[in-house]
T-cell receptor, first 114, second 113 residues
């Protein structure tokens, strides 16, 4: 399967704990995006990378959130000191880059903060 | 800022009925427009897209035309099937320097046999 993959698929954590999610984009895709989706809503943009450079961050990305894409391949999204309001589906997408803005999504990581 | 407004669901249709899901947008410049579909238990899949005014995107019997004058991108299908039951999201990618997608809130379609 050469699509976008995300791990883990589900994560249950206690409030105050740190969590980290991983995204592996389609291999030739230069851009990688993180979104958050809550029940009954469309995905909301969090941040995106062009290769290893983080080019844009949403106001939704509080100081407790950090994302990295070392070497321009896979990416990680870490949430520190989780809160119940962080419970959501975290989606990763990738695209080829300039001139081709079609984004392909992974299956998501569902986070539940208890 | 950019925004997308979709008709609220659920939309319930009988098999072989005609489908329209309305989508209007507000954006800076000339955005690209997309429809994504999310089948039960699956991730978002790109259904179709259009990149400039009057373009028609089509796939799997679904169509949508980029109407700049009405800032709309309504999704249509002539004859729906039970297998089309899913949540449909309209989205835009603004060409004003922002590469992220802005999504609508989604419209759930239920097709009954």
């Amino acid at each position: 399967d050469t699509g976008v993959s995300q791990n883990p698929r589900h994560k249950i954590t206690k409030r105050g704990q740190n969590v980290t999610f991983r995204c592996d984009p389609i291999s030739e895709h230069n851009r990688l995006y993180w979104y958050r989706q809550t029940l009954g809503q469309g995905p909301e943009f969090l941040t995106y990378f062009q290769n290893e450079a983080q080019l844009e961050k949403s106001r939704l990305l509080s100081d407790r959130f950090s994302a990295e894409r070392p070497k321009g391949s896979f990416s990680t999204l870490e949430i520190q000191r989780t809160e119940q309001g962080d419970s959501a589906m975290y989606l990763c997408a990738s695209s080829l880059g300039p001139g081709n803005d079609e984004q392909y999504f992974g299956p998501g990581t569902r986070l539940t903060v208890t | 800022g950019d925004s997308v407004t979709q008709m609220e669901g659920p939309v319930t249709l009988s098999e072989e009925a005609f489908l329209t899901i309305n989508c209007t947008y507000t954006a800076t410049g000339y955005p690209s427009l997309f429809w994504y579909v999310q089948y039960p238990g699956e991730g978002l899949q790109l259904l179709l897209k259009a990149t400039k005014a009057d373009d028609k995107g089509s796939n799997k019997g679904f169509e949508a035309t980029y109407r700049k004058e009405t800032t709309s991108f309504h999704l249509e299908k002539g004859s729906v099937q039970v297998s089309d039951s899913a949540v449909y999201f309209c989205a835009l990618s603004s060409l004003a320097g922002r590469r992220a997608l802005t999504f609508g809130s989604g419209t759930r379609l239920q097709v009954q046999p």
